[in-house]
């Protein structure tokens, strides 16, 4: 079944530091991708999304790039800010699925130290 | 910017006693899901609802759980006899097509 992959954390930076965090998929067809971002003690806020190949994804900063070819959507900032700190979703949206049902990686969280 | 609400934004419960969680949408939205996290884990998809009714459903939500659009704005979710790994923080989500979901800021549910 379609699936999401995302690398283990935590993840910490000192700040102004590059951020990358990984994320692969599994799924029929061509998935809408999305990243999500969860502060402390509140719910889950879009970040940013590509719903088709090399589409890439960008919104405070973040960015991220649909790879087909390695079925990837990894997530990106060039200098990392302390505010930064939250956990990071990785998730699909599958295409077969007429219910825009989404299914979401582990999250990563990441610590970023001034 | 258009919110989702939800409430309570913590609820407890003893085992066994039947919870609703009440959520509201972005008005103009047409599909409106729950999802669940278990502290530290995962976000896992309950529930899919359209057009007044299920649309999709995962294995979680079993026959203790059920849906509900009782008017034109609140969207509830109703677990009928609690147990204790129901323990979760537990979302809800309007989209009106393909942009990306609109969260509520979650209720934390505590059975004990």
């Known amino acids: 079944g379609d699936s999401v992959t995302q690398m283990e954390g935590p993840v910490t930076l000192s700040e102004e530091a590059f951020l990358t965090i990984n994320c692969t998929y599994t799924a029929t067809g061509y998935p809408s991708l999305f990243w999500y971002v969860q502060y402390p003690g509140e719910g889950l806020q879009l970040l940013l999304k590509?719903?088709?190949?090399?589409d890439k994804g960008s919104n405070k900063g973040f960015e991220a790039t649909y790879r087909k070819e390695t079925t990837s959507f990894h997530l990106e900032k060039g200098s990392v800010q302390v505010s930064d700190s939250a956990v990071y979703f990785c998730?699909?949206?599958?295409?077969?699925?007429?219910?825009?049902?989404?299914?979401f990686g582990t999250g990563t969280r990441l610590k970023v130290l001034a | 910017e258009p919110e989702v609400t939800q409430t309570p934004s913590h609820q407890v419960t003893q085992m066994g006693q039947e919870v609703i969680l009440r959520c509201v949408p972005i008005?103009?939205?047409?599909?409106f899901y729950w999802y669940r996290q278990i502290l530290g884990q995962k976000v896992e998809f309950l529930v899919s609802f359209y057009n007044n009714e299920i649309s999709e459903k995962s294995e979680i939500f079993d026959d203790q759980f059920s849906v509900e659009r009782p008017d034109g704005s609140n969207f509830t979710l109703k677990i009928r006899s609690t147990k204790l790994e129901d323990s979760a923080m537990y979302f809800c989500a309007s989209i009106q097509g393909a942009d990306g979901y609109t969260f509520g800021s979650g209720t934390r549910l505590t059975v004990v």
């Open positions: 998730a699909l949206s599958p295409r077969t699925s007429g219910t825009y049902k989404y299914i």
């Open positions: 008005s103009n939205h047409l599909y």
């Open positions: 590509a719903t088709k190949a090399d």
